[in-house]
């Protein structure tokens, strides 16, 4: 080998060597100081939460809330009769099927949004309208909260009660979540005649409740 | 928990994996002190001892994903893949659809020494070998990062997770027969100090708004006796003990964990200007005693949100996400088992070798070395080319294949009077965090060692 090849060969494997260690660059965007990682996760996006077990509001428990001495008590439960001058459209009757979202670790919680699915079933000759508010732990009402639901409930009967599913969006401000559950609000649109008999056991039922998160659950470091 | 989390990740990153348990650009080094380790009929001309824990320090790593599959640098400050402002896109496209693989080891050379004697040389070394193996199902980073967007059924099987660490007693010699053919051999002792497992063989998620669903099966095993293994009732009332794994706790070791025996070949052929040389490693096996053993049953775990209590209004969400947390922890129950032992595969290493003298201080070299590995065989074909400084001062560079990507290397193997130097690297690491820890996929590993020379 002459000696020129042979200075090539060195020059070669030098600059082969070196410019490999150079290739190992750092990169101080990538920080693993313990103060520097931040460990923010996002969690449950588009998942649905099954709510399961329905809950049953039965007649006594609206009757109860709206204007008494509507219903008359009869052997198989109630018949009404409104005397006159008491306009029953337009009562409401509030009722909280999901709480406790408090609980949760607030300061460390971001929700930017959730929706609750439900099914009502209505087996009452009464037709609802449907409206929801956030509410506070004592179950007052809570401002800042956007909570979007809309709807009416057809009347219905013990043979064929009617079915109508909705979907509540609930949107706290800036993802905290400053209140503690949030309050369905039936407001009778459309009362039976005088005379109309309601057996006991009938009543609205909640059916098929889910929780989704269309942004997941992001908990703050 | 977060600190445990960096603190395996950063260990793993950290941890070079050998392909061999030295550097594969060593292989055609002359005069390399410690290539009887790749092939045991390879032996310097000089007999030499390590300085204690600078004689031979080996790290590599291999796998399909880097740290930086993990984590972001986002607004100043390092954020996990999970974090909401990382895309989903960006995520993924860190992983290889189907199973990632990880393998990784430390060796360190606590004792070795060469001696001679009525024209036989022998070598005696003590090395502590330190592996880490895992398997990560491409489904498993989608469902942690998208959730149920991604779909509202996934296959997480194949989530596997080994660490093994051993002490490796050896002794090897070579020896010639005629003028051409040099044969060599290692014979080693193995004393077993930990071996770590976790197998998710099947693990099957259904999520959808009328019920979730998750089934599958795992395993876990240990083998260290400074375990103290707590156990628990089952909550579930499947079975009578479940494993408590916050509640073990560990002692100092009493004794060994395990022990085995293992033999290396190896045979180099002389033909003057061209050396043809062939190796086997690691063949044997460590007999393991594991007093940690768990297993879950083949069940599967239903929630449809029936354990809600959705009467009065009061504490549902809350119950709701509890009930859920604990119904899908209950599914992960380890049912304690008797103590078990278990027979552990070394990885068996073989290696082709061939190289060619161009000159008294020039050669070029070929290697193909198939290395099997329950979870991550590799396999790397290698050339490389040697020069030869004054008959002290030798300069190796390489460049090849592997089933990770492409691989190059460089080591220089400095001879003085009474010290040899080396330092080496098979792949670059290539781009470093603050803490010079290993970002990208990682096809690297590095050597350096320091040995008197007599």
Known sequence: MTSVTRHLLRVCLAAFCSVGL??????????????????????????????????????GDLISSF???????????????????????????????????????????????????????NDLPVALGITAEAVDADDNRVEGVLVECSGSVAAGTEQNPSTTSLTMKVTPAGGVINFDGFRIILTIEQFPENGTPIGSSRGVTILNSYLSFPEGITHID | MKKIILSIATAVAICLTAQAQTLQTGYFVDNYAYAYRL?????????????????MDYASAQSNFGLKSFFYPLNGKTVTFMHPEIQASEVLSGFKQGINKLNAEIDVNLLAFSFKSRGTYGLIDVNLRNTIDATLPYEMMKFFKMGAEGGQSYDLSGFNTRATSFLEIGIASPWRVGRTVTFGMRTKALVG???????????????????????????????????????????AGNYEEVIDFPNITLNKPKGPNGVGFGVDFGVNIDLGKWEISASIVDLGCIFWWHNLYGHTPETSW???????????????????????ANGFLEMFQFRKEYENQELGLLPITGRVGVKRLMSSDLSFGGLLTYRYNEFCPIFEARA?????????????????????????????????????????????????SKQFIPLGRMNCSALFGANLKF
């Open chain 2, 384 to 432: 490389s080319a040697d020069y030869l400084l004054r008959d002290k001062f030798d300069f190796t560079a390489s460049v090849g294949v592997n089933n990770f990507g492409p691989v190059f290397g460089a080591m220089t193997n400095l001879r003085f009077s009474h010290l040899v130097l080396f330092a080496g690297v098979d792949a670059y690491a290539g781009k470093l």
């Open chain 2, 302 to 324: 239903t929630y449809d949100g029936s354990e809600a209590t959705v009467t009065d209004g009061s504490d549902t969400f809350g119950k709701t996400l509890e009930n859920a």
């Open chain 2, 39 to 55: 092939n045991p009929a390879f032996c310097p001309d000089y007999t030499f001892i390590g300085l204690p824990g600078l004689s």
């Open chain 1, 67 to 121: 204007a008494k001495g509507i219903l008359d008590v009869s052997d198989d439960g109630y018949i009404v009769n409104v005397p006159a001058g008491i306009t029953v459209t337009g009562q409401k009757f509030g009722f909280v099927p999901v709480h406790g979202i408090s609980k949760m670790d607030t300061d460390k919680i971001r929700i930017n949004s959730a929706e609750y699915h439900l099914d009502l079933k």
């Open chain 2, 193 to 235: 100090v930990t071996d770590l497992y976790m197998n998710v063989d099947r693990l099957n998620v259904k999520l959808d708004r009328n019920q979730w669903q998750v089934s599958g099966q795992a395993c876990v095993a240990g083998a260290y006796d400074g375990f103290n293994i707590a156990a628990k009732p089952s909550a």
């Open chain 1, 22 to 59: 150079a290739s190992c660059v750092v990169d101080n965007s990538y920080d693993f100081s313990e103060d520097n990682v931040d460990w923010t996760v996002n969690v449950l996006k588009g998942a649905d939460l099954p709510l399961g077990s329905s809950q049953r509001i039965s007649v």
